[in-house]
């Protein structure tokens, strides 16, 4: 039988990873979390010191650095060089560099290689930017997730807040607003609507709602 591919595409803190996460589970798939990738990737050159202008450089750490994304009871971890780093990754110095990081073509090509390849054997829902229009074009389920920056910037407040990480929501949202822009704008595969992505706007909806809306699309196209 053939895989099934979910991809889920939308701005910053939008709930993908939360939505996303939640439908593997139930469906059996495997979840992949891309933006965990180009985070992990930002954070080994924050910490090797390579300069997040130096293209070549970033795209040579991506070329011989292994990223690992492990799947562990409920919760997904993330190793660099065999380090965890699942909870240095959503850091707000990793959070407001990892667009620059992102923008590199040469980082790019060999990220969405990894993707592709991981999806080639097992169905998977995987989210990110740039998975409808670009990392998966033939899956079978496109959404693209979406909600008002006000609400996106109060849900991540509240899940930093929850992590006991202290935060200030108004720069959370200028934070987000200033990612999506950048990763909007960006000339290699930038954060966009695939055509034939169904947009599904969160604000005001509960998870469980945007899951089960998820859930029904892929039974009834899947
Ligand atoms: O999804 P998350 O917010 O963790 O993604 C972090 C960043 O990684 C995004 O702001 C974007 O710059 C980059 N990204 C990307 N393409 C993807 C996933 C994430 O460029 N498919």
Known sequence: ??????A???PAGAGKSTVAKEVARRLGYLYIDTGAMYRALTCLALEKNVSLFDEQALTNLAHNSTINLVQKE????????N???TEAIRSPLVSSHVSQVAAVA???MIMVEQQRAMARSQSVVMDGRDIGSHVLPFAQIKIFLTASIEERARRRYLEMTAKG?????????????????????????PLVRAEDASILDT????????????LDLTARRG
Do not use: C, M, W, Y
């Open 1 to 6: 039988i053939e895989p099934i591919q979910i």
């Open 165 to 189: 990480i202290p935060v200030n929501e108004e720069v959370l949202k200028e934070e987000i607003q200033r990612r999506d822009e950048q990763d909007a704008s960006r000339e290699v595969s």
């Open 203 to 214: 604000t005001g909806l509960e998870i469980e709602a945007v899951i089960q809306i998820i």
């Open 83 to 85: 380090i965890e780093v």
């Open 74 to 81: 409920e919760r997904l971890h993330v190793f660099v060089e």
């Open 8 to 10: 889920i595409d939308g």
């Open 106 to 108: 040469g980082v790019r």
